[in-house]
Each structure stands twice: as C-alpha cells, then as structure tokens.
C-alpha cells in the first residue's frame, strides 16, 4: 500500500505550503474583518475582493490551480492519495482553498459537470468555474425530511414539454449567499414511488437567478451566518429549467452524488488534518512562550501528556484519511465507502479535541477573535453534520462489520 508521494506531488506540497504561509496567512485576518463593514454581510467589499483575486492571480503565476480534478486529463493527474496531502495544507486556513481554487462545493459541482455535463454546461459553467470567475453551490438537504437518507427526498421536478418545473425548498444550501453563485447543482425528484428508491431521484443544474428562486434566510450555524459563504434555505416555486439541464438522465441523482460525495469527504477530513496541525502548532508556541506560577505553561498539569497525544491522534488519523484515499484510488469510491465513512466520523473529531485543547492553552483569548481557533472549532463542529451525520457513517462502518458474522440484511 503506497501513502506516499512522487517526486513531483512532493515539490507541489511544498509549494503549496510556503504559498499558505507567505501570502495566505498573512491576509486572512484582514479578509475576514472585512466581512459585513459596509453593512451589507452578503456583500464581498473591495478590499475582500482585492485580496482573494491577488491570491488566485499570484497561485495561477505559481502553477498552483485547479489540482482537485484527480483521476483526469483535465487536471495535474494527481491520485486522490496524492492531492489529499494538499489538502491537508489547505486546512491551514480558511480562505486557503480558494486561493487555489480548490474549495468546496465548488470542487464537487465542477467534478460533477466535468465528469457528467454535456459540451454546453461546459462551456456555460464548468470553464468560468475553472477559471474562478463564478462560485457555485450544491442544493440536496430538505427541510421536512430526514435527509440523511437521501431516498426521502421531495423537492419535485415535473417535465412540461421541454423545460422541468421545480417545487420545494432546499436548505443548507452551502455557497449559495455567496453573491458570485451563479449555479445551484440540485438533487429533484423525477421519478413516482413505483419506482426502486435510489431510481426516483435525478441531478439537475438551476441558474442562481432563475425566476421562482427564493433565498429565505440563512440558516444560523452556531449563532453566526457565515457570511458572506453562506449556508442559505431557498425555496423554489414553478421553477422552469430546460430539460438539457439533466445530469445524465432520470434516476441517476444517486449516481452522480456518490461520484461527487466521495472524493469531497476526503478532501474535507484532509483538511480537519491541517487545521489540528495548526491548531497544535499554536497551542506548542503558547506553552512555550507564556509562563504562569514562573513556569512555562508546557511544564504545568498534563501539558506534556495533552501534547503528545495530540500528535498520536493527528499521525492515526492522517493514515487511516490516507488509506480511504488508496482505496478510492485502487477499488473505486462505491466499493471504498466504508473506509471513507471511517475517516468521516474520525478526522473531525480528532481535530475538535487538537483544537479545544489549543484553546484551553490559550486561555480567555484561545475563543476570541484574537486566533483563529474559536472560528476553527466551530467549522469542524459543523462538518460532523456536512456530507452525512456521524451516526449514518457509522451505521455504514458497523453494517460492513457485521457482514462478516451475519447475513447482508442486518
């Protein structure tokens, strides 16, 4: 089982690293005061702007753009192994991805319609998303469903002649307040209650501002809006979308999103991994710098011991992401599920724990605004929620266990 990287993965990682620390980390926090300063939280200010498009132009100088794509000719030709130490890096910071243009959901919708779009969605979205011109978002979760089982649901696209007609609501529609989305990939209902559970369903790509498109509100995570990011409930009322639109036919939504979920849960648990190393790095120069009682604070109570398991739960989980990662590489993303579940459940987790203790290391200022851990803490609280709750995840890691003792209906 080759974890490892080729000479030539290994010098991007590299560049990728110094390109974080010399240009990335020393704006984010002024990109992020910047948020809601003219008044308007669902604005990108000038200076936001000003600041995000250096950083693409200066990683697109560097060659360092659009390495996401594994798998095709359309991108590096990197193995999901390989990009997933990238990611890593981009873990590092929140608006690090982007710089790269490697974040989500814009990774997972370009990956859709580069892998299943037509010539035209192409051409009218996948080469402005490429080229980082447009956001996007992905519309799957429903308000009056459990939507962790994705079968329940609702939201109806009806054809009429040639245009489907959409009807429902969407929530935690990630990216969607984002005023640069210009294009929602949505999971409808096409298909009748006759039909098997995982053929009902279809993918379908929705203009952000067609007419009968309605953003309600964004949904609150934690008390904070995430603006200008977003996480919006959007409700969509006798929405005509040209029946070209459809990804790759009836029934097929399943399809398309296990080719698109996969690869995104290890690019997301890849990057809980970089932010536990920051979060360790931040919590090692505290110890080491501040002093109480005329100790270093690394010499008081179990700082050595809450230290060095830190480090053993960031090497564990690095490895068990590295092994989901070769098995998506080796026997395909449906058959490497359970492994991706298992990192799923694990990477933020693991990162939660790194970082409540860096805050602890910190004191009062550890949740302020003065570091970024507060803010950190809570993007990996949510990803226990994104991309499927710990508890189906698990189900999927005890289901595969348990075939090994009884029948494949347990």
Known sequence: MDLGLSKRATELRNKVRAFIDEHVVPVEDEYHHEVGINGNRWELTERMTEIMEALKAQAKKDGLWNFWLTDSDAGYGLSTVEYAYLAEEMGRSQIAAEAFNCSAPDTGNMEVIE???TDEHKKKWLKPLLNGEIRSAYLMTEPDVASSDATNLEMSAVLDGDDYVLNGEKYWASGAGDPRCSIYVVMVKTGSD???????????????GAPGVEILRPMMVFGHDDAPHGHMHIRFTDVRVPKENLVLGEGRGFEVSQGRLGPGRIHHCMRSIGAAERALDLLCKRATTREAFGRPLAKLGANYDIIAEARI????????????AYMMDTIGTQAAQPYISQIKVQAPRMALEVIDEAMQMHGGRGISQDFPLAQMWHGQRTLRYADGPDAVHRMVIARTELKKYRSNSV
């Open 115 to 117: 892998r299943y779009g």
């Open 194 to 208: 006759d039909l098997p559970r995982h053929g009902r369903h279809s993918m379908i790509l929705v203009e952000a």
């Open 313 to 324: 739960s960031i090497e564990m989980t690095r490895l068990l992401c590295l092994k989901a």
